[in-house]
C-alpha cells in the first residue's frame, strides 16, 4: 500500500506541474494578444488623432484677405507709374542725377 500511494503522489505531483506549465504557456500567449492588441489600438488612435488635426486645419485654413489686397493694390496706383515708396509720387528730379557735368557720361 505505500507503494501504490508514494506512486499516486507522484503522479498526482507530476500532473500539478503539467497542469501548471500549460496555464503558463496560456497566460503567456494571452499575454502577447494583449499587447498586440494595445498596440494596434494606439496605433489606430493615433491615426485617428492625425486625420482629427488635419481635418481642423482644413475647417480652419487661412484664406487671403482680397480686400485688402485690393485696397493696397489702389493706393499704390495712386503714386503713378514714377512713385516708390522711396521716391514718392513726383518720381526722381533727373537735376539731382547729373554728377556735376551737363554733358552725356560726365564729358
Do not use: F
Not at 41 to 70: C, F, H, M, W, Y
Not at 85 to 101: I, R, S
Amino acid at each position: 500500500m505505500g507503494v501504490t500511494a508514494a506512486v499516486a503522489a507522484v503522479v498526482g505531483t507530476a500532473y500539478t506541474v503539467y497542469s501548471g506549465e500549460r496555464a503558463s504557456e496560456a497566460q503567456n500567449k494571452a499575454l502577447e494578444q494583449q499587447r498586440t492588441a494595445q498596440a494596434q489600438a494606439q496605433e489606430s488612435a493615433t491615426k485617428q488623432q492625425k486625420l482629427a488635426e488635419e481635418n481642423v486645419n482644413r475647417a480652419n485654413a487661412k484664406s487671403p484677405d482680397v480686400g485688402a489686397i485690393t485696397a493696397a493694390s489702389e493706393q499704390a496706383a495712386k503714386g503713378g507709374a514714377a512713385g516708390t515708396m522711396l521716391t514718392g509720387p513726383q518720381g526722381v528730379n533727373p537735376q539731382q542725377l547729373a554728377l556735376g557735368k551737363s554733358t552725356l557720361l560726365g564729358a
